[in-house]
DNA sequence: CGAGTCGTTGAACGGAATCAATCGTCGTGG
DNA sequence: CCACGACGATTGATTCCGTTCAACGACTCG
């Protein structure tokens, strides 16, 4: 677990474990009382609530490394349900030791508040980019929100699941690729790799 | 300012203050040393990122009650430009201040980190929402997810500025509403009210 | 070696963006 | 006080782009 955030500042905390879930398992259920948070170790968590009619929402995907439900460390219940897409390994934290540390720990507590800082910022700027109009116009300006100082992307996971990210068909993700690249606009070094060329 | 919970929290600091700006009046440009975040009091403000040659991304958008550039607290730099997308009235608060109180004051703190966690929890769901494909389907869910225990929704401002947020135009916007009222999912009770029938 | 996933390209259809026009409301200034 | 313009709300018609369906090669993994 080199980039959950959550596993490093809270592993070491009385009452933490692992717990093995089948696809299509229940973690937490609407309106159980929200005793823990969770990070995924490996696999895949999603946050659905169901209507009555049997039509569901997800209101959150989280993939491996990522935290879920740590909403529910301020409120007393879950407000959805918690289920496992996929077969997934999940740490659990106490909810109560996580509140004591970010209490007692500044150091802990500026991790995670600049942390949270982060992910709305970046949870923002892809809702902006959801406003592009143009699909690969909205590739593109995720490629440059992506690169680092010289231009440069690395796809850490397969591409399908970054056009999933954009809100886009994986066909269409691929066909901006190549047209952002016949048009010169970015370079593919190689399989996940791409350099922005008309950069900041 | 009732639903500003930034100025609630920070409006008593040494050195806040209000800004008047104009429209496309310039707040900060990035890399200018982070000395303050802000509220917008009346207008909007616009997280801006240019490109060399000219292009522009929006990272995002603040309307009245928001806070803005929040994510300063915590890098000692702006990392984009802040700009005011109308004639704008907006609160500025000493960075050092507030992480000052946010160190000392507990139920300060608590406050800023639920609010965040929330935010978090708000831009997931929409962003999840955006992933919904049918535009009638999407507002149908955004409608359910707006809706109080009773399945009310009030909107407070002009309509058009929901469809933005939903990433679609206004007119499919105005339709999608018509045909589900038309296919009796949801009841309008005026200009700004409608109700979800088939709920949670 | 076969099953499954990823990456890629082609073709067709459908739905949303866009353009356009109308009406009502509100505020502003002459 | 009324005329005017700006904006919000609404509906119709047309165009176009992205989804969807389909098929195929490459690669990985058990």
Known sequence: MDNDYFYALFSDLDGCRLKRLKKGEVLFQQGDSADYVFSVKQGELRAMRYSRDGSAICLHTAGEGESFASAALFTPSYHCNGEAALKTEVWCYPREGVLARLDSDPDCRNRVFSQLA???RYLRSL?????????????????????????????????VNYARELGMAHETFYRALADLEKDGVIERIDKRQFRVLSDL
Chains 1, 2 share one sequence.
């Open 127 to 159: 809702l902006e980019l959801r406003g592009t109009v143009s699909a690969t116009e909205r590739v593109h300006q995720y490629l440059k929100l992506q690169a680092d100082g010289k231009g440069l992307i690395r796809f850490q996971r397969p591409l």
């Open 118 to 120: 982060g992910e709305v």
